[in-house]
């Protein structure tokens, strides 16, 4: 293996690995630019990168693209768009599509449901069901309501919640390496 190719490779494993260490990424402005938002975007990108999706069911293919896709009033700017820029993830170039609407949203590799968006969850979660689209919520509590993902604050780090058992209905798996740099993360009903 190459060193740049070995770079590649371990280089996701090593971002992980420091977050993990750290407790989580930081929330706060480290420097001109960053916000809790960019470190989101990040980690979006790495939730792709560090999920499968199985395809267990031969009546419900794994999302046909790279899309990562918002709905609601967007929080990220233009952060999203520049961490995933020229990147991919289970072999697919990665894309950002945005729904203001929930009538409008159509399955993605990964769907942001943004905090104004909230209230329409269970419409939201409904009209993705089966899809194998891998939901991620802007609070702790989205793993909790039918979510996948769900981001919080804790102190000044962006840390995130994982419901294993909601993923896995709808045939995505989690790496073992991102379930470590979870926070929270619950694999059977009522279980952490």
Do not use: N
């Not at 999302?63 to 995933?84: E, K, Q, T, Y």
């Not at 409008?104 to 069901?129: G, T």
């Not at 294993?164 to 059977?188: C, N, P, Y």
């Amino acid at each position: 293996m190459t060193r740049r190719v070995a770079a590649r490779v371990w280089r996701p494993f090593a971002v992980l690995v420091m977050l993990a260490v750290a407790g989580g990424a930081p929330a706060g402005a480290a420097s001109p630019g960053s916000s809790e938002y960019a470190v989101k975007a990040a980690f979006l990108y790495r939730f792709l990168r560090f999920s499968t999706h199985t395809q267990s069911s031969p009546h419900r293919p794994a999302p046909a693209d790279g899309r990562i896709c918002v709905v609601g009033s967007d929080p990220f700017g233009g952060a999203l768009d520049d961490a995933v820029r020229g990147k991919s993830a289970r072999e697919k170039p990665i894309s950002v599509r945005r729904f203001s609407q929930v009538s409008d949203l159509e399955p993605c590799a990964l769907v942001f449901v943004a905090s104004a968006a909230m209230p329409y969850l269970p419409r939201i979660l409904q009209r993705l069901k089966g899809t194998g689209s891998l939901t991620v919520g802007d609070s702790r509590d989205f793993a909790r309501l039918g979510g996948m993902v769900g981001f919080f604050v804790d102190g000044a780090r962006v840390r995130f919640a994982v419901d294993e058992r909601t993923a896995r209905a709808e045939d995505v798996v989690f790496s073992s390496l991102l379930l470590t740099v979870a926070a929270e993360h619950s694999s059977r009903p009522g279980g952490q």
